[in-house]
């Protein structure tokens, strides 16, 4: 049998008659370090024993250390007959040899038994007088960026080993806190003569002096610090409870639909402008429309914001099999390309005009007529040259000459539009962002006109007083200044 047995948090008076017996009377002893104050303790009751500290020098992580450890102790199992395999703390608490020596015992039918501890949690609970009923995350500061805090619930965060680590942790910290939070800095827990409990912000973390293997640090539950995404959710749901807003209640899928574009244009002058403050707000902006409409669809029995977030979830790990799975893709248009093949077999689209139709029908006219052209010259239908896209402008514009000074308006308009969808071609042969394209001209053509209008109101004058050619004239002196 493979006897695991906890040392406790490093005070002598923790460990427990049956662990004592069990190190006592082993002849294949092994504890994990030698570095712990219980170690030091028993040093001198014990005829002989090996510690495992070598591997933490030979192996390249942690996770590895920990698995050479557990193998090697299957090895020295098959030989001695019997081993006992002792482990600060709890053997079941934040203990990833132990796990890993569970599972190996099960995989090679070994008949293993746990001799349990106080853990260094239980220490913990008792200096700092923490009930767990309350709440209670207890992480490993090693697999810290693998985990989301919680402001909601207090928070151990244990092995924090070095400054390194202590580093590592205070960046994850604040991430979700502030960094004025006060937080425990706790080492030694429960070790008479040993043990320091402060308090210190989350800022100086790595600043302590003793970070060793005995440090652990407990963040206390605190509604009111950073403002995260249950937050903005809680908020949504007050306004539109019956103590909440009025104009906030009354708002439905359809009267807020028209915000959601508003506040998408929003970020794109945001990012345009280079306004990261601005960029902030809008984001969040879009974020509250996402929100809003989570909350109407949970109102109405039909879906919650988890239903959004699992469906976005999924669909980009179905539509990411060469990150996900096993398939391949090793440059963008492969990734397109296998992305448009996926939305094809979900969409279950069986001819390119169902994927036309499936083309948004409230997408800007500019960029519909792009992705319209862009599906069907994937199968060939294009022109073969830029020029002989600019021809059709030309064709185009001769249409709208023919038909301008007509009375049938239904064909003036038909004619404007083959004109346009014409442009669309060009630019999308030349590989330019339309919407960018024009709004860039329109965007210039404010400046010059400001241009004009300034120089007028100068000379005393209104703009109706002055002629064309007066204004051409300044146009033309505004070209200056591009």
Known sequence: MIKIVGLGPGSPDALTIGAVEALQESKNLYFRTEKHPTVDYLKNRLESFKTCDNYYEEGSSFDE??????????????????LVYAVPGHPLVAERSVLNLINLCKENDIEYKILPAVSFVDAMMDRLQIDPIEGLKIIDAFDIKNQILDKRIGTIITQVYNPLIASEVKLELLEYYHDETEIYYVRAAGIEGEESIR????????????????????????IKNKKDFYDLVDTIEILRSENGCAWDREQTHESIKNALLEEAYE?????????????????????LQVVFHSIIGKEDGYFNISDVIEAITSKMIYRHPHVFSDATANTSDEVLANWDELKKKEKSYETLTEEINGIAKTLPALIKAHKVQKKVSKIGFDFESVNEAVKKIEEEINEVLDVYKTNNREKIINEVGDLLFACVNVSRLL?????????????????????????????????????LDEMNALWEDSKKYD
């Open 431 to 467: 590989n330019v962002d339309e919407e960018e394209a024009l709004n860039k001209s329109t965007k210039k053509f404010i400046k010059r006109f400001s241009f004009i209008e300034d120089n007028i109101l100068k000379q005393g004058k209104d703009l109706k007083s002055v002629t």
């Open 267 to 287: 970020v794109i002058e945001a990012i345009e402008d280079d306004n990261i403050d601005g960029l902030i707000e809008e984001l969040g902006d879009v974020l």
């Open 65 to 82: 250390v920990y698995s050479n450890i557990a193998r090697n102790m299957i090895e020295e199992y098959k030989v001695a007959g019997e």
């Open 199 to 222: 308090k210190i912000p989350i800022y100086e973390l790595d600043m302590q002096e003793d970070i060793d293997y005995l440090t652990s640090v407990y963040i206390p539950k605190d």
